[in-house]
């Protein structure tokens, strides 16, 4: 059974960088898509990016775009978030999943995507 296991998580300062993990075991990450999703106590769970299997094709919210970024390495079944320029409003447990299908690029459905990790928190302190 996929079981998938988010690292790379903790306490920045306001400007800092952090890079997410996303690592899959009792499986592959050889899904149409890897999603990148955060969750703040209270709200809902907020789509961040996703990257096709295919051909790379990428999305980002608008939130995040041109700050985070998402990255693959098939050899190593795992999938990274680069995130930059975090801010407090950043702080949150973030959540990989397999998506089924593929990465449209304009937006990303929660509904897609399954075997979601247990989270990692990212805590942006100012």
């Known amino acids: 059974q996929l079981h998938l296991v988010e690292s790379g998580g903790g306490l920045v300062q306001t400007g800092g960088s952090l890079r997410l993990s996303c690592a899959a075991s009792g499986g592959t990450l050889d899904y149409p898509a890897i999603g990148w999703f955060r969750q703040v106590p209270g709200k809902e769970r907020e789509g961040l990016s996703c990257?096709?299997?295919?051909?790379?094709?990428?999305y980002y919210t608008d939130s995040v775009k041109g700050r985070f970024t998402i990255s693959r390495d098939n050899a190593k079944n795992t999938v990274y978030l680069q995130m930059n320029s975090l801010e407090p409003e950043d702080t949150a447990v973030y959540h990989c999943?397999?998506?089924?299908?593929?990465?449209?690029?304009?937006?990303?459905?929660?509904?897609?995507?399954?075997?979601w990790g247990q989270g990692i928190q990212v805590t942006v302190s100012s």
């Open positions: 990257i096709s299997r295919s051909n790379g094709q990428t």
């Open positions: 999943a397999v998506g089924y299908y593929y990465c449209s690029g304009y937006v990303i459905r929660e509904y897609e995507y399954d075997s």
